[in-house]
Each structure stands twice: as C-alpha cells, then as structure tokens.
C-alpha cells in the first residue's frame, strides 16, 4: 500500500504541494499581522464584505453565462465578455439622453428598467447572432476550433463598437434616486449596492427555478448531458442551444447595467477584464455548474476586495489593493490544486479527462 502511493507521487505533485502550502503559509501569516495590528475597524471591514458581495454578485451574473453554454456546447465563448458590453454600452446613449431630459432624475425606476431593457435586448441580440453565426457551423468540429472561432468573434466585436461608438471613455450619468447610504450600527451599504446585491440574486434565483422546475429547464438539462439522445426524445436541440445563449446574454446585458451604475464607466474594452474574472468565477464554482457559478462569483468578489488589505497588509506590501487581480487569481490557483474540478464540481478520478 505504502509503495503504491510512493509510486503515484511524481516531481509535479510535489511542486505543486510546496508551492499550495507555500501560498496558504503566506495568507495565514500576513492575515494573522494585519488582524493583529488592529489597524482597520469593525465597520471598515464590513464595507469590504459588502463590496466584495456586489461586486461578485456581478461577476456571478456574467459567469452563469460562461457556465449555461458550456453546460450545453462543452465549449468556452469567450465572446461572452463582449455580449456584456455591447448591452451597456449601447445603453449609455439612452441614459445619457434621459439625463439631459431630465427624465432619469424624475422617473429612475422606470428609466433603469428601461437601461434593462435596452442592455438584456442588445446583448441577446449579439449572443444569438454569435451562435448563429460563428458556432453553429462549427457544432461537430473539434473543440480547438470553436474555442479559436470565439476569440476570434471576441475581438471582432471589440472593434466593431469601437468603430460604432468610439474609442473613448463613457461616463453614466449619475441616478440621484441611487446616491447615498443605508446605516445600522457599524454596518454601512450604498443604495447602489443594495440595487445590484438584490437584482443579481432575483436574476440567479429565477435561473436557477427555471432550470430546475420548467419543462424548458428540463429540456435543457437534457441536452446538456447528451445532445443526441435529447434529440431523439424529441427535443429541439437547435432550439434549447439559442435559448441557451439567450439566457446567458441577457443576464449579461442585465450585469452589464448593474457594473455602468456602480462604476459610472464604459468603453468597448470595458468587457475584457470583467469577463475573464467572471471566467475565472465559473472555473472556481465548478465549470457548468449554475449554483457553481453563483457562489464562484460571490467567493471571487469577496477574495478581491478583502484579500489584498488582509493577506498583504500586515507583510508591509506597499498599495495591497494595487494587486487585487493578483490575489484573485492567486485563489483560483489554490482553488484548482486542491480541488481541480473547482468548489462545486464533480471529482474526477485519475485516468478520466
């Protein structure tokens, strides 16, 4: 028994275990001084968790996209990060024109539903033409040659709305309705905050019902676990895969609208660094995994905006919140290296791929 575990230990293991115990040493140590120093209060780290819940709840949003086409297709869209800016940033225009018309400021609730609309609209609209036309053809062909195509659509519609709209910054007119804080005690939240924590877990609560108790839901599970069968119990796979990208481009389009109220910023290359966090979100929840990429996103969020001031304050590193992109990948690391099929994935035993 003792020799036949010797023999399944090779040098990459052993790599991989220093540097796993190395990276944990080092958060429980920098956590341990920076707790110690007592530098932060109560509230201070309350506003961190808070933050690190919406900003998550977003990510989360994007991820369901990532996770729903691979659940169906078995293919990475990396496209999917500009399904999420093209709903925002065709929005701006209509926000900016209900600002100067002094709509947004006596109407909000009903001018956000609006930006909604437009952004779930536009997003559904590019991830169907995306499917259509870049993955369809391709549905039989290796999986290096979609995964090759969806690069390719990515920066195809980078530089199809930077064309559109320009190459310049967007910044969303402020939603007077949404400024100011909620305060009980030490706990402190934006209103913006409490709009994008709610609206995000209504959206990932009435995907994840539709998933488990519609008869469309049903369908989908179907194909996601063989297309061929699905289709010979009748099942209209086409159908179920365009509706398939519907769902995820909408919730992008929807997460879209929720990251340009709370960073007042957009452009065509504001989908890239939120979509590889929100790839990075599904990996760690367990890829295809819908609840996987929920709890993905909200674990990356809080990694981000706690991680940086707990892990690296105390070790003296000079602007820790400069290196939260670090911290955030450095979790998927130790997330992977320890359970490589991610948090909510199933385990796979040596020998299957």
Known sequence: ?????????????IALGIIGALLVGLIVVGSFKTISAGQYTLRQWLDFVVFGIAQGSIYA??????????????????????????????????ADAMAKA????SNPFVAILILFAISMITSVFIGVLVERIAYRPLRRAPRLVPLITAIGASFFLQYTFKGLYGDQFKAYPEVAALKGNYT????NITKIQVVVILSAALLMLGLYLYVQYTKAGKAMRAVSEDKDVAALMGINV??????????????????????????????FF???????????????????NIPGAMLGGIFLGLFESVG???????????APYQLKDVIAFTMLVLVLLFRPSGIL???LSRGKA
């Open 270 to 288: 504001m989908g890239f660094i939120p979509g590889i966090k929100a790839f990075t979100a599904a990996v760690l929840g367990g890829i295809g």
């Open 1 to 13: 028994m003792r020799q036949r575990f010797l023999n399944r230990i090779n040098f990459t293991d």
């Open 345 to 347: 994935g199933e385990r």
């Open 102 to 105: 002094g709509f947004l400021r």
């Open 61 to 94: 949003l994007i991820a369901l996209g990532y996770t729903l086409v691979y659940g169906i297709l078995r293919m990475i869209n990396f496209a999917h990060s500009e399904v999420f800016m093209s709903g925002a940033f065709t929005a701006y225009f209509a």
């Open 238 to 267: 086409d159908a179920i895969i365009v509706r398939t990208f519907v769902i995820g481009a909408a919730l992008a389009g929807a997460a879209g609208i929720l990251y340009a109220i709370t960073f007042r910023q957009v452009n």
């Open 184 to 187: 009980w005690g030490d706990f």
């Open 308 to 318: 940086p001031i707990l892990f690296l304050d105390g070790l003296n590193v000079p």
